[in-house]
Each structure stands twice: as structure tokens, then as C-alpha cells.
């Protein structure tokens, strides 16, 4: 009997410290929501590049209302940001009876593609690239290089990482070595706008620390939950990691906070996403449900998983 009265103890303590770690967890989630408050165009972004694209469905229109009405935008805001992201040649349309379905653009698709490679298939730079670009290319070529974390030196001249970017096949690329090393920083700072980027990294840092903290690692969600958080989580942190130009690291000042939030992400994201996967099975294309694995999905994780 006593062997008993112990063992329901036990399981009562296991049950209360479930339900605290369930309301903290919960607690973290509504204020995660609340301090992020997503644009309605930008969070369906996150939500086609998370859940729908590694698909490669469309998704029907209910559940984009659904998915974004869980972090507080409504209907109303969701239909105007779907009819400018049509009308911006992002998404386009396709109905079945009376349901409308949305799907990327090959032109979407394309930036998309390049978008993910950054955030689960980071390659930090180790060296530097000098570009010329011919006066002709300058205003096709470089807008892309500079969103690809390339400086602008004056005239036709770049200065960037050397790492996977865009097609440099129409410009003379120099690959290229510091002489003074200890000068980088300096240099950097005069080059590149660090600042925002590190503020963006501070700020994910701050929404998303306290949720590791709250979350067992034997911690079992809801699948509504895991999408949840793991879409507020890539919103959150592709608004830093799309910004930081990926330089070399000695070029980074001492305290630079990108390291620690790509291990935040992957750490968080490959814990949400066997619940969120499930939910995402859930969500409804024209000719049925999605898919819960691809290719696409399963390399994302591994490369998560290698990197973490």
C-alpha cells in the first residue's frame, strides 16, 4: 500500500509539473504573439515559405485565414495582403467551386529557393570578393549583390563575401585577401549597417530565450501550438538572417549575436517541427491534404540538425 501511496504521488507531482510547464509554455506563446504582432503580407510569407512552398501545393485560402487569425490578424487584413501579394506577382490563384487556392509564382519561387538556403543551409563566408560591374549591368546586377550582403565601394565596384549568390557570369570577379586584418572591423563598420542587424538578432534572441526555457525537453504540444511558434519563430528570425550580409567572422565585432540565434533557431525549430509537420498534414490543397514529408522538409532538418 505504501509502495502505492508512493507511486501515486509520484505520478500526481508528474502531472503538476506537466500542467506548470503547459501554462508557462503557454504564457511564453501568447507573449511571443503579442510582442512580434506580424504584418498580414509579410507572416503569409513565413507561412509559404515554412509550410507551403517545401510542399509545393497551393493552399487554400480558409486555412491561410486560419493559420493567421492564431497570431492575431484578421480576415479581413489577411484577403487585402493575399490581393496585393497577387497583384505584386507573388502569389496567383486558382479556384475549385467556391474555394480559392494560392500558390507562388516561379518568380516567388526562385527568391524563395534563395531565402531558404540562407536560413537552413547557412555557409559562413571565410573569404572576400571584389566585383566590377560593366556600367550597362550596373543597375540589373547590383541591386541583387547588395541584397546578397555586397557593399557598394563607388561607381561599378563591390565588396562582399565570397559565398554562394547571385549569377556573377556578366561581372569580373576578383576573389581576394585582406593584407591588414586587423583593420576588417574598421572597415566594416564604414561599409556595412551592422547595427540593425545585430538590433534584429538582439530582438529575436529576446523573444525566443525565454521559450527554450520554458520548453521540457520531454515537453509534448499541441500540433496547433508547434506551427504556431515555429512560424512566429522563422518570422522572427528571417527578419534578421535576411539582413545580416554573412561576412567573413573576423570581420564581425567581438560580441556579434548571429551565431548564438542560428543555434536558437535550429535548436527550437527541429524540436517544434514533428507537431507542427502533423498540423501542417492537416492543411487543405485542391486535391486533398498536404503532404507531412518531402524531400525538401527532410533536407531542411538535416541541415538544421548538421549545423546545430
Not at 184 to 191: D, G, N, R, T, Y
Not at 197 to 206: K, N, Q, R, V
Request: aromatic fraction near 6%.
Amino acid at each position: 500500500m505504501e509502495t502505492g501511496l508512493r507511486s501515486a504521488g509520484m505520478r500526481s507531482r508528474s502531472k503538476l509539473h506537466g500542467a506548470a510547464a503547459s501554462i508557462e509554455v503557454e504564457t511564453a506563446v501568447a507573449d511571443i504573439a503579442a510582442r512580434l504582432s506580424p504584418r498580414a503580407g509579410g507572416f503569409i510569407v513565413t507561412l509559404y515559405g515554412d509550410v507551403v512552398e517545401p510542399r509545393g501545393l497551393p493552399l487554400w485560402m480558409g486555412n491561410i485565414i486560419e493559420i493567421c487569425g492564431t497570431v492575431g490578424i484578421s480576415e479581413t487584413l489577411v484577403r487585402t495582403a493575399v490581393s496585393r501579394l497577387v497583384s505584386a506577382g507573388r502569389l496567383v490563384g486558382d479556384r475549385q467551386g467556391r474555394r480559392s487556392y494560392y500558390r507562388l509564382t516561379d518568380e516567388a519561387r526562385l527568391e524563395f529557393a534563395g531565402a531558404a538556403r540562407v536560413l537552413f543551409e547557412p555557409h559562413d563566408a571565410t573569404a572576400w570578393r571584389l566585383v566590377w560591374l560593366p556600367p550597362e549591368k550596373a543597375s540589373t546586377l547590383g541591386p541583387p549583390l547588395e541584397k546578397a550582403g555586397f557593399s557598394r565601394l563607388g561607381g561599378s565596384w563591390l565588396l562582399g563575401p565570397s559565398h554562394e549568390g547571385p549569377n556573377l557570369s556578366e561581372a569580373l570577379v576578383f576573389d581576394t585577401a585582406p593584407t591588414a586584418p586587423g583593420m576588417l572591423q574598421e572597415m566594416v563598420a564604414a561599409q556595412w549597417d551592422l547595427a540593425s542587424c545585430e538590433g534584429a538578432y538582439a530582438a529575436f534572441l529576446s523573444l525566443f530565450e525565454p521559450l527554450r526555457e520554458a520548453l521540457p525537453d520531454d515537453a509534448v504540444l499541441d500540433d496547433r501550438i508547434c506551427l504556431r511558434l515555429r512560424l512566429m519563430l522563422v518570422h522572427a528570425y528571417r527578419l534578421a538572417a535576411l539582413r545580416d550580409p554573412h561576412l567573413p567572422r573576423e570581420a564581425l565585432p567581438a560580441a556579434w549575436n548571429g551565431a548564438r540565434a542560428r543555434a536558437l533557431f535550429a535548436e527550437l525549430y527541429l524540436k517544434l517541427s514533428p507537431g507542427a509537420d502533423r498540423r501542417a498534414a492537416t492543411l487543405l490543397s485542391i486535391d486533398g491534404a498536404l503532404p507531412r514529408e518531402t524531400e525538401i522538409v527532410r533536407r531542411r532538418r538535416a541541415a538544421l540538425l548538421a549545423s546545430s
